[in-house]
């Protein structure tokens, strides 16, 4: 009878573990979009006259808001890719969603962002760069355009 029972049980877990694993994937948020934001930034680079990509010439350590729009154009699954645009500078990136269905994990070709589903519509992105000789950090918060 005990033997029974146990097979039972685990038929049960294994019933279980499956649906919630399809439920979970079922529920991946859909990404794809425009999206717009502002992100606060800091970059260094020895050369304060240097441009760097999306932040004007001659500002090297300044924290800069600058205006991005994001256009995710592709996502299969957890998985998806766009372009991050400024107004002087436009890059490929690609991410992916975790299994929390609220973090975000970017990159570029030089950098990695961090961020979090804040709901349907909204998404913080934080930024890192560590490139040689530049550095910085940046947050922001993205809103999807209706």
């Known amino acids: 009878m005990k033997t029974r029972t146990m097979i039972l049980g685990l038929f049960f877990a294994v019933i279980l573990t499956i649906?919630?694993?399809a439920f979970a994937e079922d529920a991946v948020p859909d990404l794809k979009g425009v999206w717009e934001g502002t992100t606060y930034s800091i970059k260094y680079h020895?050369?304060?006259g240097h441009?760097?990509?999306?932040?004007?010439?001659?500002?090297?350590g300044e924290v800069l808001p600058i205006k991005f729009t994001?256009?995710?154009?592709?996502?299969?699954?957890?998985i998806f890719t766009g372009i991050l645009?400024?107004?002087t500078f436009k890059e490929t990136i690609a991410g992916a969603i975790s299994l929390d269905n609220q973090s975000l994990y970017l990159?570029?070709?030089d950098s990695t962002?961090?961020?979090?589903?804040?709901s349907?519509?909204?998404?913080?992105?934080?930024w890192t760069a560590v490139e040689t000789p530049a550095h910085g950090v940046g947050h922001g918060v993205f809103v999807k355009k209706k």
């Open 19 to 21: 649906s919630c694993s």
């Open 46 to 48: 020895p050369s304060s």
């Open 51 to 60: 441009e760097m990509e999306h932040r004007p010439a001659g500002h090297s």
């Open 70 to 78: 994001f256009t995710i154009d592709f996502q299969d699954k957890r």
């Open 85 to 87: 645009a400024s107004a």
């Open 107 to 109: 990159t570029d070709q």
């Open 113 to 118: 962002f961090f961020g979090k589903i804040l």
């Open 120 to 126: 349907p519509d909204r998404f913080e992105l934080i």
